[in-house]
């Protein structure tokens, strides 16, 4: 992902491929693009609300065309057992998508991914250009891998 543009044109495409039951990890820089994703997504879903980065709430609910979705930031963790803390685990349900940014901040405790979008800049100079690498870490990342290819050429190359 280039740029802003490149990332919002890439969540509306992703979207409409995020089934209940999924967990997606955003991981990567800070300021590379992770929550301009999650809107995206929920744009590209239709949803209209403010979409705001949960730094300090730790999880944001949005539900859109009754499945509910749950935007996750574990930034602020110092300690991983901070996730069971604070009752997160419940969250995780089949008839749920949960968006996870900075997972390895509870790691061990955060349920796994089935897609994992990395983020990250590239260049000479900071913030110069992003890049975004996608793994599909289950076979339900893989699925969405596949049709997301067909639909965004060199998508999880």
Known sequence: ?????????????????????VVVWLDGDLGAGKTTLVRALLRGLGHGGPVK??????????????????????????EPEEFDDAGLGEYF?????????????????????????????VGDLPKSGRALELFGRSEAGQQCLSALKSRWPGAGD
């Open 1 to 21: 992902m280039p740029d802003e543009a490149a990332t919002i044109a890439f969540g509306r495409q992703l979207a409409p491929l995020l089934v209940p039951g």
């Open 53 to 78: 980065s949960p730094t300090y709430t730790l999880v944001e609910v949005y539900v859109v065309s009754s499945i509910y979705w749950y935007h996750f930031d574990f930034y602020r963790f110092n």
């Open 93 to 121: 349900r089949k008839d749920a998508v949960c968006l996870v940014e900075w997972p390895g901040k509870a790691a061990g405790y955060v349920p796994a991914a089935d897609l994992e979008l990395f983020f990250h800049f």
